[in-house]
């Protein structure tokens, strides 16, 4: 820290100098910040990440060999990504009344036939690919992502969203 004078007000002005003032641009800028007798200039503290911020996963070494070996058709593609804004935290497709995706309600966010819809979820939920499971209430399946691709939800509920989906895999054997 030193001292310096305002050329302009003849005041004397103590200099600190700080990393911590961005601004966007490469010129030096000296700026005046008004600080009280006793008060201490605190350097800038980058804020912490939100728990209530919303975000998906997707693990980037689990679908590199599907996109690598070219596995997934176009529909395929389309339905995933269409999928991702419907996501819960349970790892089940559900739209904003919290009503589960079965193949009509994808049919109808996809605009395709419920035949096409069908194919298209056999082949996700496929042994070799994996990418959807789903459990069956009466005659009807409702879809949920694997976690080990995609997984909405703190990293702290990973191993247990895993188990659950194995255990609807399981279940529907």
Request: proline share 2%.
Given at each position: ?173
């Amino acid at each position: 820290m030193s001292n310096v004078i305002d050329t302009q007000t003849g005041e004397i002005i103590d200099e600190v100098n700080s990393g911590h003032f961005r601004n966007g641009t490469d010129d030096t800028v000296k700026v005046a910040i008004d600080v009280k007798p006793g008060e201490t200039v605190r350097p800038y503290k980058a804020r912490k990440f939100s728990k209530s911020a919303e975000f998906t996963m997707v693990f980037h070494g689990s679908t590199r060999e599907l996109v690598r070996k070219r596995s997934l058709s176009d529909d395929e593609k389309s339905l995933l990504f269409s999928l991702l804004i419907y996501l819960d935290y349970d790892q089940y497709a559900k739209d904003e009344s919290a009503f589960f995706f079965n193949v009509n309600r994808i049919a109808e966010l996809m605009g395709w036939s419920r035949a096409r819809a069908g194919r298209v979820l056999e082949s996700l939920c496929s042994p070799n690919k994996k990418l959807l499971g789903y459990t069956t209430v009466g005659k009807a399946k409702y879809y949920m992502m694997n976690p080990n691709f995609i997984y909405r939800g703190d990293t702290s509920g990973l191993q247990s969203a895993i188990r659950m989906f194995e255990q609807s895999a399981l279940d529907d054997e």
